[in-house]
């Protein structure tokens, strides 16, 4: 249930109608704008008279919310959620581009990356230190290693740091380090490890499950925004279809689908979502133009010997060539690109 306060309404007001909320069972999460607090009820109470609380001063509306997920539906907000990470507002008029390899390999191989992305433009270097891979055998991260060297580069060169955190027990090891924890596919239904995401201040980037409806992938950002989270960023990377032709089926319509049903920025990740180099950059386009937030971009000095995505990793110059197609394409509908702060570069 929502409880939208009138504008003005005092602390009194709002209190009041806070402490009646409670006293019906309701656990009450608020949020305040400029001129007008909206008070979110959970609780389910079918028979519940939504007049009780209507009558109180300072009301203006209340009704009930029919989504399963509320904090993040536009009910709870109806405008759009922006907030800054890194130097870097994620949610606004600037589409925000995140590049870099699939996995740190060596100091080598993620400060050429480094460099060369954050010269071409992009605003966030991305790469793993842990890695979920479907053969135990494959190449899992350097670990902790790996999260030091992606710092340093991030620190060089005036990036932001994403990276992926897969259990509850990595969350502060990965959290000394990285400006944004990724959420990977895999792990979308990894309820305590939303729950713990959502009691930490660093923003989340959660990616579509590979076989999730957008309704699951609401119901999970709900569980981090539920924990005391609101900054989350939403993630399409494709889906698992009968379609073999390409790694997954990257879908575009979730893109102003998802955007209409929430407040939350929502990016997209051509690399995963097509799983051929050749794929990445028309998809990034499209992306762009069906109105992504951002990309996700997985960038390599040597595919060929990268340890883990080579196939979908793009050269240095093919991600040149992506960054110029992207700006054209954003101009193009009336937005921008993201770009660094020069006094965000740490020596």
């Known amino acids: 249930m929502i409880v939208v306060m009138e504008p003005g309404a005092t602390e009194a007001q709002i209190e009041q109608v806070i402490a009646r909320l409670h006293a019906f069972g309701f656990d009450v999460h608020r949020s305040s704008g ?19 609380i209507k009558v109180l001063d300072g009301v203006a509306e209340v009704y009930r919310v029919t989504t399963p997920y509320k904090f993040v539906s536009r009910a709870w907000r109806r405008e759009k959620s922006v907030f800054e990470v890194a130097g870097v507002r994620i949610g606004g008029p600037e589409v925000v581009v ?13 400060f050429r990356t480094a460099a060369f992305v ?22 899992q991260g350097l670990g ?31 959290g000394r380090y990285t400006d944004i924890f990724q959420v990977g596919a895999r792990n979308m239904q990894n309820f305590p490890l939303l729950r ?40 399409e990377r494709g889906i698992r279809t009968f379609e073999t032709a390409t790694r997954n089926t990257l879908d575009l319509s979730a893109i102003p689908t998802v955007q209409k049903l929430s407040h939350l920025p929502v990016f997209a990740d051509p690399s995963h979502g097509t799983g051929l180099r050749d794929r990445v950059i028309p998809m990034a386009r499209a992306a762009v133009a069906a109105g992504a ?55």
């Open 34 to 52: 400029v001129n007008q607090t909206v008070l979110g009820a959970i609780g389910v109470q079918p028979d519940f008279d939504v007049r009780q």
């Open 98 to 110: 995140i590049a870099g390899p699939c996995s740190v390999e060596s100091e080598e191989q993620i």
């Open 118 to 139: 954050a010269e071409q433009g992009a605003t966030f270097l991305r790469g793993g230190a842990f890695k979920p891979r479907t053969s135990p055998y494959a190449f």
């Open 144 to 174: 902790e290693a790996g999260l030091r060297l992606m710092r340093q580069a991030c620190d060089a060169y005036g990036l932001g740091m994403i990276t992926e955190v897969l259990d509850v027990s990595q969350v502060e090891l990965v």
């Open 196 to 235: 713990e995401l959502g009691r930490t201040e660093k923003p989340v980037f959660l990616k579509r499950g590979l076989a999730a409806t957008i309704e699951e992938w609401l119901m999970a950002a709900e569980y981090i925004m539920a924990s005391g989270n609101p900054r989350i960023i939403l993630c």
């Open 293 to 347: 937030d951002g990309l996700i971009i997985e960038v390599h000095p040597n595919p060929e010997e990268a340890r883990s995505d080579g196939p979908q990793s793009l050269y240095f110059e093919q991600f040149a060539e992506l960054m110029h197609q992207v700006r054209l394409i954003a101009q193009a509908i009336g937005r921008t690109v993201a770009e660094r702060s020069p006094s965000s570069v740490r020596m």
